[in-house]
């Protein structure tokens, strides 16, 4: 009975690849566009052919007409590309820091490769270099380069510097 139970309690084998100390340069005509670093990456052969990264995951992009600058990072604890839908979902501690030395912080982000946009549908928080402005927003989708942000039910907070310039309202 013993092995009769063991043999019923084996589960199926997964069609997986796994690699450990992942380092994946995305390069265009000799130009790096993007660098990919992660402890762990699996690549299933099922139908799906989804890449997932259990153990966290780091990109670099880089800006294409100067060569070596960092445009902006991702990093998130848990990352799956779904290959099929060409889109890629962080999820836990996403952080972007941005070339400008600001940082967007949440819990889940998406970005679609077909469309070339990042969005999400939770909590978001904006940050300057400096902590002199920051704002959190419901959700929000930006452009490829997160230059064209959009934000909903945004409310935030700017501490002024002595070269601020701020409106004017009354005596």
Do not use: C
């Not at 836990?92 to 820091?97: D, G, P, Q, R, S």
């Not at 927003?137 to 934000?151: E, N």
């Amino acid at each position: 009975m013993k092995d009769i139970d063991r043999l019923a309690n084996i589960q199926e084998e997964e069609a997986v690849d796994i690699s450990k100390n992942v380092k994946i340069i995305y390069s265009d005509s000799a130009k790096v566009k993007a660098q990919l670093t992660a402890p762990e990456m699996r690549i299933y052969h099922d139908t799906t052919g989804n890449y997932e990264f259990k153990k966290g995951i780091q990109i670099i992009f880089y800006d294409e007409v100067s060569v070596g600058k960092e445009l902006q990072r991702v990093t998130s604890d848990y990352a799956l590309q779904r290959a099929k839908e060409s889109i890629t979902e962080f999820k836990k501690n996403v952080v972007i820091t941005r070339s400008d030395g600001s940082k967007i912080k949440t819990e889940e982000l998406f970005y679609d490769e077909k469309k070339k946009i990042y969005y999400n549908h939770v909590n978001i928080l904006f940050e300057d270099k400096d902590g002199k402005v920051s704002y959190q927003a419901a959700s929000f989708t930006a452009d490829d380069k997160l230059v064209d942000i959009k934000t909903q039910f945004p409310t935030g907070y700017f501490v002024p510097s002595s070269q601020s310039q701020l409106p004017f309202f009354g005596n």
